[in-house]
């Protein structure tokens, strides 16, 4: 099995592509509307053909993706997007630089534009990489935290891909305990966990496998105490 695609909520659906290489799965998100579809994040280039897959399962094909949002401008997350050729893209400016093998051009770094804030808020949480932003899409209460919050590396819940992931919850918490998130960038992590639990959030979709289902609030403040804790040791 290379990859998942799986229903989160109406119109809502993730893609989550096994890399062999880094021994991850890479998650992409897909927004269905009456004038297009919206992707969110975009896998490595090499696993751009599953976007095609995912887009022809939906019975929609690459030229009705009209805009692209990417979460930080990682290979995993930006490269695929270059196949797109009909989709408005965005990326915080601050990542501008991590766009290597990519045309900055194709990108614009006003995520105060309307395609982006008529449907979405957005926070840079500067933690991963120094443009990292979370996007939150207000019709559906979805919040995608990209690298920022993720379970990269790991394997998926036994609830299935889309689950409360009880046991994913419980490894983020032992993993933040545990020194995970270095000293020198708690701070800065905590903060961006505040600023994802100002949303009324249904739904936590991460750059990487688990998608979280059930209360998100209750998880993102179990971190916070969590490295709150770890702060003061
Ligand atoms: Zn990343
Ligand atoms: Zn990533």
Redesign the pocket.
Known sequence: MDYLFEKVKENIYVLAVWDSEWKSY?NCYFIVNDEGVTLIDSGKKVHAIYLEKALNELGKSLEDVNLFLATHG?E??VEGSAILKHAKKFLHSNDNDLLEQLDKMQFSNDLKANEVVQEFDYELVGYHTSGSVVFYHRPSKIIFT??FL?F?GDPLSKEGLVSEGHDLRYEWAKYLRDGGVPKDHLESFLDGLKLINQFDNSVMCT??GGVLVGDIQDFISELIKVGEVSKIK
């Open positions: 890479n990682h995993d997350h990209g690298d993720c990269f750059g990487h």
